[in-house]
């Protein structure tokens, strides 16, 4: 078995929040907001350094970071998910880092033992992502190696699904027994875990 190699982490959190009515990012569970819930676990997951891709209520979000200087903004945010991937891994660029484990701010309840568990496969090479129950979901953690692929293909709302979507090498790393790997769409969602 290989060695786990370091991982950065990076949040994406620049959405508007449509659906919710708001930036999830200033939404608080438990009386912490989303983003610094999932800045949290990551860096308990050992990730380091981390970002934090900002874009709707960048200076907002911005201000609750402990380090201001972990933020990233995506100028062209509200063109979808696709812009802050980019940001983010371009942002990473000047790092050492072998991979990067990308985590979503709407996750409250994916906690820092999944992101743990996926961080854990790291290598330069490495496509992989948590699996709740068998489906495919949050984190993904992306090997330095395809970088360049997935900013390329990274476009709207749909991230790097349609990239994963061509991966034979895709690992699946399945998480169900720590998580459902649900997220929080409307403030419905906020009643916890189902």
């Given at each position: 078995?290989?060695?786990p190699?370091?991982?950065a982490?990076?949040?994406l959190a620049?959405?508007?929040?449509?659906?919710?009515?708001?930036?999830?990012?200033?939404?608080?569970?438990?009386?912490?907001?989303l983003?610094?819930?999932a800045?949290?676990?990551?860096?308990?997951?050992?990730?380091?350094?981390?970002?934090?891709?900002?874009g709707?209520?960048?200076?907002?979000?911005?201000?609750l970071?402990p380090?201001?200087a972990?933020?990233?903004?995506?100028?062209?945010?509200?063109t979808?998910?696709g812009?802050s991937?980019?940001?983010?891994?371009?942002?990473?660029?000047?790092?050492?880092r072998?991979?990067?484990?990308?985590?979503?701010v709407?996750?409250?309840w994916?906690?820092s033992?999944?992101?743990?568990?996926?961080?854990?496969r790291?290598?330069?090479?490495?496509?992989?992502?948590?699996?709740?129950?068998?489906?495919?979901?949050?984190?993904v953690?992306?090997?330095?190696?395809?970088?360049?692929?997935?900013t390329?293909s990274?476009?709207?709302d749909?991230?790097?699904?349609?990239?994963?979507?061509?991966?034979?090498?895709l690992?699946?790393?399945?998480?169900?027994?720590?998580?459902s790997?649900?997220?929080v769409?409307?403030?419905?969602?906020?009643a916890?875990?189902?």
């Amino acid at each position: 078995m290989t060695t786990p190699q370091p991982v950065a982490g990076l949040l994406l959190a620049a959405g508007a929040g449509r659906r919710f009515g708001g930036p999830k990012a200033l939404v608080q569970v438990d009386g912490e907001p989303l983003v610094l819930r999932a800045l949290r676990t990551l860096t308990s997951a050992g990730c380091e350094p981390v970002r934090v891709v900002v874009g709707a209520s960048a200076d907002e979000v911005r201000a609750l970071l402990p380090d201001p200087a972990q933020a990233v903004t995506a100028e062209d945010w509200a063109t979808g998910m696709g812009a802050s991937l980019r940001a983010g891994l371009a942002a990473l660029e000047a790092t050492d880092r072998s991979a990067a484990l990308v985590h979503l701010v709407d996750l409250p309840w994916v906690g820092s033992d999944i992101l743990a568990r996926v961080a854990a496969r790291a290598t330069s090479e490495t496509v992989a992502r948590a699996a709740y129950d068998g489906v495919p979901g949050h984190p993904v953690l992306l090997g330095r190696r395809w970088w360049d692929e997935v900013t390329n293909s990274a476009q709207g709302d749909r991230g790097a699904r349609d990239w994963l979507a061509t991966r034979a090498d895709l690992t699946l790393i399945e998480c169900g027994d720590l998580g459902s790997g649900r997220d929080v769409d409307r403030p419905g969602d906020l009643a916890g875990p189902a």
